[in-house]
């Protein structure tokens, strides 16, 4: 199997792949982490899309999960979706023939300017060089009306591949005037979701014969060679097979989730931050 580059268009297509019977690679229609994540960035855009007739664009909608929820909330308005993916694409065409569909890569968008009065972008800047995301917000600005709305969110994070909180918020203070940041504290979650993923994950791969697709869930070569050892795989596969529904429960528990970010709040406020979510205006 080809070890993709992290944010490729490749890397894209091979996470929506399998679309249709098994979602795509983050589990946005499955677990709850993500549908709490959504559940935040719904919470704000509820707050102004009551108007009829709005034109609102989500950018890296990938599956449309997202995507449907917002159209949910109005259907008198008019969605655009856009990823980097074919694959999501062709798909959400047939899902969601409501919307308008087409494939985007940023830091470009390849529509008329002052076209839309709310664009979307959802954990998807973070893919982008340092000047990639200032262009990218050039472009996200140019494709706005005036006083139009932009809604970011990325992952809170020291590694490169995302935004540090500081980060996150000068870009969106360089292009747009911020009307409200609002934080997911997700971060003791991720710790305990840990090894529940991977027991899933592992079920999955076994079940379906795909060993080599153990690349993707660890870098670490002990592992790689632990868990793609037939002996091993022999011995531990029927106790993955039981703990995979205990796991699945977890994964999927509203409550827990919930429950846990709350905790987090109060006891990590800034530690916990595991998401910043902005809300910025043209």
Avoid at 55 to 75: E, P, R, Y
Avoid at 252 to 258: A, K
Wanted: aromatic share 14%; proline share 2%.
């Amino acid at each position: 199997m080809k070890n993709y580059h992290y944010g490729s268009e490749e890397w894209f297509e091979n996470k929506f792949s399998n679309l249709e019977h098994k979602g795509d690679g983050w589990g946005h229609n499955i677990y709850s982490s993500q549908k709490y994540r959504m559940g935040s960035c719904l919470e704000i855009l509820a707050e102004f899309i009551s108007e009829d007739n709005l034109n609102i664009l989500d950018v890296g909608c990938a599956a449309c999960d997202f995507t449907n929820l917002v159209h949910n909330l109005n259907k008198n308005n008019n969605i655009f979706a856009s990823d980097i993916s074919k694959n999501a694409v062709k798909h959400n065409s047939s899902k969601y023939k409501e919307f308008e569909h087409s494939v985007q890569r940023l830091p470009k968008l390849n529509f008329k300017d002052s076209n839309f009065d709310t664009i979307i972008a959802l954990e998807v800047i973070n893919y982008l060089n340092l000047e990639e995301r200032e262009e990218a917000m050039q472009s996200v600005k140019s494709k706005l009306k005036s006083g139009g709305h932009f809604l970011f969110s990325t992952v809170i994070s020291n590694n490169s591949r995302y935004f540090t909180e500081d980060e996150a918020v000068q870009l969106l203070k360089n292009h747009f005037q911020i009307k409200k940041i609002k934080y997911n504290h997700s971060k003791l979650w991720e710790y305990l979701e840990y090894i529940p993923t991977g027991v899933l994950m592992l079920n999955t791969i076994y079940t379906d014969g795909k060993i080599k697709e153990i690349l993707y869930l660890t870098s670490n070569t002990f592992l790689r060679s632990l868990l793609t050892n037939k002996i091993f795989i022999r011995f531990i596969f029927p106790l993955i097979k039981i703990l995979s529904k205990p796991s699945f429960s977890f994964l999927t528990s509203d409550f827990l989730v919930s429950f846990v970010n709350n905790i987090s709040k109060i006891f990590f406020p800034r530690s916990g931050k595991s998401h910043v979510i902005i809300l910025a205006q043209k």
